[in-house]
């Protein structure tokens, strides 16, 4: 393993601590994209980013300033053209989704060094990650967990049965946008480490993951996390060992956790359909 | 005013890149109106996605791009026509997973090489002033394809959108006429891939459909409104990236530019559209033969 050798280094260590941490949130969060049926519009979201980082980065202001000030952008823009009637929400957020992402890679054309940072910010740069994008990481960590924890209750209500949640008094537009705020941010926050494209990759599937697992929402949430962290350490090891693109090494790890559950799943399904075959047919011959 | 139209196509590499991007926005306008009649903005933007891994392999191997695109887009609209049927995952986290999946894999592939960002580049956001005839005839072999296949199957089609059950029930199959539509948006992203890039080719296939749904809820009034919003917008997109590139010095990539005039044209048309309903609140009943 070459990432053993490899932990004098500040730059890897910063790299798998920020790996532990953005995967430990983007799972977390991943169980309410997954309640919510939000996966298209977290695509959508992570690519609306985009122009507000090339943006930021032009004027020299902090991308995760832009990127939040975009995300903020697309939110309303969604919300607009839904609101005709006319479309309906998937419509709207494809539309919001490619004029946004254009609107970056115009801005990015237009500046004289055009090539330079897009693939940086399109698919993430895990070893360049400083001390303060660290602190940073772990502030909106923070922030939305603690979020997700004061609210959990509401939350999970108004994510099952929205109706309910209206009539027992809940302000469900309210919890909406809560779960969007969060959403963005972290898509925000995962920006250094797997870059606008991939972050998707990480929000839906450790929570997908630890969906197969168990039912209840609060240890859902915790496995989802743990599955999270496990891919941003396995993804850095692999792209230490392999000398591959650090972000994408992340989200096929994750992909890797989810193929084994699935497997495993399976094979306990036809495990425990055996043996209750095999349990009738031993109380037939008792009997 | 006609000189700003036209001087632009003086040159041979401006007339095919014009010629590649009407033939794309004819057969985009088209499927664009199913897309939209399917709801399947998000496949589309899957397979944007994870037609890449297609292409990066074919790139390191040193294969055509297209053949390593036509084969992971026919892959993939068959993986994900099958991953949202599972009925045990969410047809959007199905896809989310995929689209996370095969992306990285390309990125994964493409880091690989030493030239890596500026591949990455080309690979995502296309060079259409770099389209040669051999590609330009390839793109219309696609479309000449796509659309006497819709032909056949649109009557089916039509009817599996607006009542799956029923289409069920008359015997049809749902599942292959799923796995056909899902084929046909790939083929699209296979052809849009060197003008627009796998990243802009989803506004081909999303933003002329919502542009004709505004002006109509008829589906043959939409077919045209749709193409012939994207084939001005192709247009339009090119001559004012070429205009802002050589005579005021701001470089505008054609293929964003182009987008950039699609969604311009879609708000435009909102806002028309919002003031005629207001006009005529009063007197037209509300009704969407749309779902």
């Known amino acids: ?287 | 005013m006609v000189r700003l139209l036209l001087d632009p196509f003086g040159d041979a590499y401006m007339r095919r890149a014009l010629v590649e991007i009407l033939v794309l926005s004819g057969l985009a306008g088209v499927v664009s109106v199913y897309v939209l009649l399917r709801r399947l903005a998000f496949v589309g933007d899957a397979l944007t996605h994870t037609i890449f891994p297609g292409i990066a392999i074919a790139f390191v191997v040193g294969q055509s791009l297209f053949v390593g695109a036509l084969l992971a887009g026919l892959a993939s609209a068959v993986l994900l026509t099958v991953a949202t049927r599972i009925r045990r995952i969410d047809h959007d986290a199905a896809l989310g997973v995929l689209v996370g999946a095969f992306f990285s894999l390309g990125v994964v592939v493409v880091s690989t090489q030493s030239s890596y960002t500026s591949d990455l580049t080309a690979l995502l956001f296309g060079r259409i002033l770099t389209v040669d005839t051999a590609e330009i005839i390839e793109t219309t072999a696609i479309a000449v394809a796509v659309l006497i296949v819709l032909t056949l199957v649109h009557k089916e089609v039509v009817l599996r959108s607006f009542d799956p059950i029923a289409a069920e029930a008359m015997g049809y199959r749902v599942f292959l006429l799923d796995l056909l539509v899902n084929a046909v948006v790939a083929l699209v992203v296979v052809a849009g891939v060197r003008a627009v890039g796998t990243v802009l080719v989803i506004a081909l296939l999303v933003v002329p459909g919502a542009i004709a749904r505004l002006v109509s809820e008829r589906i043959g009034p939409m077919l045209v409104a749709s193409v012939a919003a994207a084939g001005l917008c192709g247009y339009l997109g090119l001559v004012a990236s070429y205009e802002a590139s050589l005579n005021h010095g701001v470089r505008l990539g054609s293929g964003s530019t182009v987008v950039v005039a699609l969604t311009i044209a879609f708000i435009l048309t909102g806002g028309a559209a919002a003031l005629l309903r207001r006009r005529g609140a009063g007197t037209a009943a509300p009704g969407s033969a749309v779902p």
């Not at chain 1, 962290?229 to 993804?235: N, S």
């Open chain 1, 1 to 287: 393993m070459r990432i053993l050798e490899q932990l004098g280094s500040p730059l890897i260590r910063r790299a798998l601590l920020e790996a532990v941490l953005v995967g430990a949130l983007c799972g977390a969060v991943g169980v309410h994209v997954l309640l919510r049926r939000l996966p298209f519009f977290t695509l959508a979201l992570s690519h609306a980013t985009f122009p507000g980082v090339v943006l930021a980065s032009i004027l020299g202001v902090s991308v995760y300033l832009g990127g939040a000030a975009a995300a903020l952008g697309l939110v309303l823009a969604v919300a607009a053209i839904g609101s005709t009637r006319r479309l309906e929400a998937s419509t709207a957020t494809g539309v919001a989704l490619a004029g946004a992402f254009a609107l970056g890679v115009l801005l990015q054309s237009a500046q004289s060094s055009a090539t330079r940072n897009l693939a940086g910010f399109l698919v993430g740069d895990i070893l360049t990650v400083s001390t303060e994008d660290l602190a940073m990481t772990a502030l909106f960590g923070l922030v939305v967990t603690a979020a997700l924890i004061v609210f959990h209750k509401e939350l999970v209500l108004s994510a099952f049965d929205p109706i309910g949640a209206r009539a027992a008094g809940y302000a469900t537009t309210r919890l909406e946008v809560l779960v969007l705020a969060c959403v963005a941010l972290t898509v925000v926050t995962s920006l250094r480490a797997v870059g606008t494209i991939l972050s998707v990759a990480l929000l839906v599937t450790p929570a997908l993951a630890a969906r197969q697992w168990t039912t209840d929402i609060g240890p859902v949430m915790a496995l989802a996390a743990a599955f999270g962290a496990l891919a941003g350490v396995g993804g850095i090891a692999a792209s230490a060992q392999w000398n591959v693109a650090g972000g994408s090494a992340i989200a096929l790890a994750a992909t890797a956790l989810l193929a084994v559950t699935v497997a495993v799943q399976q094979a306990r399904t036809l495990v425990g359909r055996q043996a209750s075959r095999h349990g009738s047919k031993s109380r037939e011959l008792a009997s």
